[in-house]
């Protein structure tokens, strides 16, 4: 059984600039969130879709968004880029609609902002 | 004061040996608690869920919550190089159809010497 996979693995991106990421959820999962993990916050939640609905968004800005499509794939959009944007991007899904049980992670985008 | 506090170490033991890791956190709304390992330049995978107060053991592995002292617990038994990773606490309080994103520790860096 395929796992969660994340597109691109790696990516470097100029300040100022937009950056869309990737996620295709375990096959039969529908919820599908977002963290961005860095060295000294940690792993921190963004947001979460399910069934192409955002339920939940976390403390960021605005430049921060995304989306999820009917078969449970999600994209997650940086604009304006900065460069504390850098870190290591982290998608998550799950079976059901409580994200809190058994969230199954991708290898992650680890996206550099010079 | 954090939510979720997590002794990032490095703790280092022989192989082997038992391998007590923990987490402290604030909020008692938290219901579901996971622990999570982490190798480097990886995604963060799933060990254990546990939900409300008590014990569930998997294999070498068991994971205790003492909701009372706001207070998790993972074990590891015959410890094992491979073992060496970062291992992340997680929790939330899992509200159903509307849950909340993961609450992550920064995680405590495990090394077991052969």
């Known amino acids: 059984k395929a796992g969660v996979t994340q597109t691109p693995r790696y990516l470097i991106k100029t300040r100022g600039q937009q950056v869309t990421l990737s996620c295709s959820p375990i096959s039969g999962h529908r919820s599908v969130s977002w963290y961005q993990q860095t060295p000294g916050q940690g792993l921190q939640f963004l947001f979460e879709?399910?069934?192409?609905?955002?339920?939940n968004k976390g403390n960021f800005p605005g430049r921060f968004s995304g989306r999820q499509f009917s078969n449970s794939r999600s994209e997650m959009n940086v604009s304006t880029l900065e460069l504390g944007d850098s870190a290591l991007y982290l998608c998550?899904?799950?079976?059901?609609?409580?994200?809190?049980?058994?969230?199954?992670f991708g290898q992650g985008t680890r996206l550099t902002v010079v | 004061q954090k939510e979720v506090e997590q002794d990032p170490g490095p703790l280092s033991v022989p192989e082997g040996a038992i391998v007590s890791l923990n987490c402290t956190y604030s909020?008692?709304?938290?219901?579901?608690f996971m622990w999570y390992r982490q190798y480097s330049r990886k995604g963060p995978e799933l060990l254990m869920y546990t939900y409300s107060s008590g014990n569930k053991e998997d294999g070498r592995f068991t994971a205790q919550v003492d909701k009372s002292s706001k207070y998790i617990s993972l074990f590891i038994r015959d410890s094992q190089p491979s073992d060496s990773a970062t291992y992340l606490c997680a929790m939330n309080r899992g509200s159903g159809g509307g849950a909340d994103g993961l609450t992550f520790g920064k995680g405590t860096h495990l090394i077991i010497q052969p």
């Open positions: 909020n008692s709304a938290f219901q579901y």
């Open positions: 879709y399910f069934s192409e609905t955002q339920r």
């Open positions: 998550a899904s799950s079976w059901g609609d409580r994200q809190s049980t058994e969230a199954f």
